[in-house]
């Protein structure tokens, strides 16, 4: 196949074609690159990713119950709005990120602005996902408007803030470090949203229903009766009310961070001269280039498996901790231990995959959770047996949310190295991972609220029947483990080795060199 004039490869004819730079043109290319990626921009990097788990863990862990328990919907509406919301998350995802890779520069760069500019609506729309709306016919469609609203404001934060990496620092090392912070600062994230949405919501728990309440009404007089309905009203009213208070909270701390990452962070034009002697495709041709880099594709296979097991382990673990092991008054202690354990462990995997390399780090962090998952859900209710799982469990998350996206950038790298012609993709890569991701999320949420419902779930209900307790039994142990499995058999295939890495690191360094000499020559050519 011939290619035409715009398609010549990076050391042939775009070169002579570049447009010129005057000289602080050329000043401010070399000076973005060479730039010095410090401590403290690092962490106000780290913090701007704290919003996204703060309010994925609020909404991940409490969500369903929510809908369940405090909403009072049925399972079947719940799984609709739980499924339909991720799934239309996971469709902007790919929009987003054509839009992105679409946005001109600026002055404060191209992803800052879409992050500054969908905060103030995030919030709001993430505050009303946890109200109960006065009107009982239309509780579905609130919760669907709101929950899928939100989901595409923050998307709007996310992906670019996912491909924000790719521009803080050209070096892999100063990439993988404001990864490791990243990383850290998510999973401080997962501990407040964990934190704040359960320990203020476990102060105000609803009240359940029991056969035993219902059939010893009529030994009751009216008026005790009358008392008891008032007293349960009030404590609804309670632990909605203990909801808006978490959610207001939330919406606060995710405002601060967005600030800090605005006002902390530099965005660098990596590409600099660069971008001037490369091509833009179009986004569908873009996309086939994305989507047919093998290392990406297997990669994203890989963590869609994995990540489907957590999530399914994350979506039912509240709902496990209540009912099945009858940790009523605990459940929040328990799933706050999990994300302390996950922000501990997560500077111990940053080392290991330093030490050892990354594919091995996937393989022994990874399958670290395999066999608590299995202990779980053989071994009958014990607190302290518990508190240790999460305890071990936590260590795997965090290897889980660490390796993805210290990853992804070597894929990233993989394809400019292969493909040095074409530039502006960072985007596409990171938000068409995130939807796989997010797709996974809706598949989980949607598919365990309905098999729940299908199991005889009884909303508000004190206990559950042994069918509810044994499908949550496979979804907190025996259907993670497959998924796990899986990945890992999937992930063997992954390509890009600690050798592969450097000799791509070598080719970047090398074509940098090369658009710095003709930067130099451009900057000669204008004074």
């Given at each position: 196949m011939t290619r035409g004039e715009g398609d010549e490869p990076f050391s042939s004819g775009l070169i002579s074609s570049a447009k010129p730079m005057n000289k602080d043109e050329f000043k401010i290319a070399k000076q973005e690159r060479k730039r010095a990626l410090t401590m403290c921009s690092k962490v106000c990097f780290a913090i701007g990713g704290a919003p996204y788990q703060i309010t994925s863990s609020a909404l991940g862990f409490f969500l369903q119950i929510f809908l369940l328990d405090?909403?009072?919907?049925?399972?079947?509406?719940?799984?609709?709005?739980?499924?339909?919301?991720?799934?239309?998350?996971?469709?902007?995802?790919?929009?987003?990120?054509?839009?992105?890779?679409?946005?001109?520069?600026?002055?404060?760069?191209?992803?800052?602005?879409?992050?500054?500019?969908?905060?103030?609506?995030?919030?709001?729309?993430?505050?009303?996902?946890?109200?109960?709306?006065?009107?009982?016919?239309?509780?579905?469609?609130?919760?669907?408007?709101?929950?899928?609203?939100?989901?595409?404001?923050?998307?709007?934060?996310?992906?670019?803030?996912?491909?924000?990496?790719m521009f803080i620092s050209t070096e892999q090392r100063e990439r993988d470090s404001a990864t490791a912070y990243r990383m850290t600062v998510e999973a401080m994230g997962m501990v407040i949203g964990t934190a704040v949405q359960g320990q203020i919501v476990g102060m105000a728990n609803s009240p359940c229903i029991n056969s035993s309440s219902l059939n010893s009404s009529s030994n009751h007089s009216m008026q005790e009766n009358a008392t008891q309905i008032t007293l349960n009203e009030y404590k609804i009213f309670k632990e909605r009310?203990?909801?808006?208070?978490?959610?207001?909270?939330?919406?606060?701390?995710?405002?601060?961070?967005?600030?800090?990452?605005?006002?902390?962070?530099?965005?660098?034009?990596?590409?600099?001269?660069?971008?001037?002697?490369?091509?833009?495709?179009?986004?569908?041709?873009?996309?086939?280039?994305?989507?047919?880099?093998?290392?990406?594709?297997?990669?994203?296979?890989?963590?869609?498996?994995?990540?489907?097991?957590?999530?399914?382990?994350?979506?039912?673990?509240?709902?496990?901790?209540?009912?099945?092991?009858?940790?009523?008054?605990?459940?929040?202690?328990?799933?706050?231990?999990?994300?302390?354990?996950?922000?501990?462990?997560?500077?111990?995997?940053?080392?290991?995959?330093?030490?050892?390399?990354?594919?091995?780090?996937?393989?022994?962090?990874?399958?670290?959770?395999?066999?608590?998952?299995?202990?779980?859900?053989?071994?009958?209710?014990?607190?302290?047996?518990?508190?240790?799982?999460?305890?071990?469990?936590?260590?795997?998350?965090?290897?889980?949310?660490?390796?993805?996206?210290?990853?992804?950038?070597?894929?990233?790298?993989?394809?400019?190295?292969?493909?040095?012609?074409?530039?502006?993709?960072?985007?596409?890569?990171?938000?068409?991972?995130?939807?796989?991701?997010?797709?996974?999320?809706?598949v989980s949420l949607g598919v365990s609220t309905l098999a729940l419902s299908f199991a005889g779930y009884v909303t508000g209900g004190c206990v559950q029947p042994d069918s509810v307790n044994m499908t949550l039994k496979i979804l907190v142990s025996a259907a993670p483990v497959s998924l796990i499995a899986m990945g890992l058999l999937i992930f063997k295939t992954y390509p890009i080795d600690e050798k592969r890495r450097q000799y791509n690191n070598k080719q970047l360094q090398l074509l940098l060199r090369q658009s710095d000499s003709h930067v130099s020559e451009m900057g000669s050519l204008a004074t």
């Open positions: 405090v909403a009072q919907l049925d399972p079947l509406n719940a799984s609709v709005i739980l499924f339909v919301g991720r799934v239309w998350d996971a469709v902007t995802d790919p929009t987003v990120g054509f839009l992105i890779s679409r946005t001109p520069w600026t002055r404060h760069g191209r992803m800052l602005p879409w992050i500054l500019v969908s905060t103030m609506p995030a919030v709001l729309c993430y505050f009303l996902i946890w109200v109960v709306p006065p009107i009982e016919q239309g509780k579905m469609i609130w919760y669907l408007l709101f929950y899928c609203l939100f989901q595409t404001l923050q998307t709007c934060f996310h992906v670019p803030y996912s491909a924000l990496t009310c203990a909801y808006m208070i978490a959610s207001a909270i939330i919406s606060l701390i995710y405002i601060m961070c967005a600030v800090v990452l605005f006002l902390g962070v530099r965005e660098q034009d990596n590409e600099g001269g660069l971008k001037n002697m490369q091509r833009r495709a179009s986004f569908l041709t873009g996309l086939r280039l994305v989507m047919g880099h093998g290392p990406y594709v297997k990669l994203v296979l890989a963590f869609l498996f994995t990540s489907l097991a957590f999530m399914l382990l994350e979506g039912n673990f509240a709902v496990f901790i209540k009912y099945t092991l009858g940790f009523r008054n605990d459940f929040q202690n328990i799933l706050l231990v999990i994300m302390l354990s996950a922000t501990l462990t997560i500077p111990m995997w940053q080392w290991f995959l330093c030490r050892f390399g990354k594919k091995t780090a996937v393989y022994i962090g990874i399958t670290w959770a395999v066999p608590f998952m299995i202990l779980v859900g053989c071994v009958n209710s014990s607190l302290i047996i518990s508190y240790v799982v999460s305890i071990a469990a936590g260590a795997s998350v965090a290897a889980a949310f660490l390796l993805p996206w210290s990853m992804l950038p070597d894929v990233v790298d993989d394809f400019k190295v292969q493909n040095p012609d074409y530039h502006g993709h960072e985007a596409i890569f990171y938000s068409f991972y995130v939807f796989f991701t997010k797709f996974a999320s809706g």
